[in-house]
């Protein structure tokens, strides 16, 4: 089980700063849809640099032109990048294509995706690499959270890698671990935390005991 530390509203030089202390817990560095939007892929070429030995996802939630707008993340050298499950199949075939060109690979964030296990059947089909259970900010902040829709991704999902984001934190960390998806994500849960080194300890700690 991997943890992926998502980046979303910090500025560049505090984003690097974080990852610093943190890096010796985290396995993937996300660059964060906000962040995307602030910094562009200047981010994820910075990230790759700085942090060779890391993966590095671009959270791009791909919506139309699916091979080019991945490929803008591929090539500067990000290892994994999102397109949303709600859009088109040739759009998420094209980041596919684009994915495999590189060697790397696309996660499917499956925010608002009505009837996960049809779409899971469809997505698996189509080659998705990975499958991102995810209760976006807006609805976190209306109460919602991932573990059910983390308990039907792990049902259905038989071939495709399963990642869950969603307001997790150290203290819920194990009910999620325990469902055992291939890569836990935590953004305001480290970012946001008094102490973002004691908490990423935490979690990756509950990860492993979840083994
Ligand atoms: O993709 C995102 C928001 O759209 C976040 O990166 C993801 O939800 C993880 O952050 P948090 O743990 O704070 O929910």
């Given at each position: 089980?991997?943890?992926?530390?998502?980046?979303?509203?910090?500025?560049?030089?505090?984003?690097?700063?974080?990852?610093?202390?943190?890096?010796?817990?985290?396995?993937?560095?996300?660059?964060?849809?906000?962040?995307?939007?602030?910094?562009?892929?200047?981010?994820?070429?910075?990230?790759?640099?700085?942090?060779?030995?890391?993966?590095?996802?671009?959270?791009?939630?791909?919506?139309?032109?699916?091979y080019?707008?991945?490929?803008?993340?591929?090539?500067?050298?990000a290892?994994?990048?999102?397109?949303?499950?709600?859009t088109?199949?040739?759009?998420?075939?094209?980041?596919?294509?684009?994915?495999?060109?590189?060697?790397?690979?696309?996660?499917?964030?499956?925010?608002?995706?009505?009837?996960l296990?049809r779409?899971i059947?469809?997505?698996?089909?189509?080659?998705?690499?990975?499958?991102?259970?995810?209760?976006?900010?807006?609805?976190?902040?209306?109460?919602?959270?991932?573990?059910?829709d983390?308990?039907?991704?792990?049902?259905?999902?038989?071939?495709?890698?399963?990642?869950?984001?969603?307001?997790?934190?150290?203290?819920?960390?194990?009910?999620?671990a325990?469902?055992?998806?291939?890569?836990?994500?935590?953004?305001?849960?480290?970012?946001?935390?008094?102490?973002?080194?004691k908490?990423?300890?935490?979690?990756?700690?509950?990860?492993?005991?979840?083994?």
């Open positions: 089980m991997k943890l992926q530390l998502a980046l979303d509203d910090l500025a560049l030089d505090d984003a690097l700063k974080l990852t610093e202390k943190v890096q010796d817990y985290i396995d993937i560095i996300e660059i964060g849809t906000p962040f995307v939007y602030q910094e562009g892929m200047r981010a994820v070429k910075t990230f790759k640099e700085r942090f060779p030995e890391k993966e590095i996802l671009a959270d791009m939630k791909i919506m139309d032109a699916g080019y707008e991945s490929e803008e993340a591929l090539k500067v050298g290892d994994y990048v999102t397109v949303l499950g709600v088109d199949n040739l759009t998420i075939k094209g980041c596919i294509d684009a994915a495999e060109k590189y060697g790397k690979e696309i996660v499917v964030d499956m925010i608002c995706a009505p009837d296990p779409r059947r469809e997505l698996e089909n189509l080659g998705a690499h990975s499958l991102a259970v995810h209760v976006g900010t807006d609805q976190q902040a209306a109460g919602r959270k991932p573990i059910d983390l308990r039907v991704m792990a049902e259905h999902c038989k071939a495709a890698k399963i990642s869950v984001a969603g307001g997790i934190s150290a203290d819920t960390t194990p009910e999620y325990a469902l055992k998806p291939e890569v836990l994500i935590v953004g305001s849960g480290i970012t946001h935390a008094k102490n973002p080194v908490a990423a300890k935490e979690i990756k700690k509950s990860m492993e005991e979840c083994k």
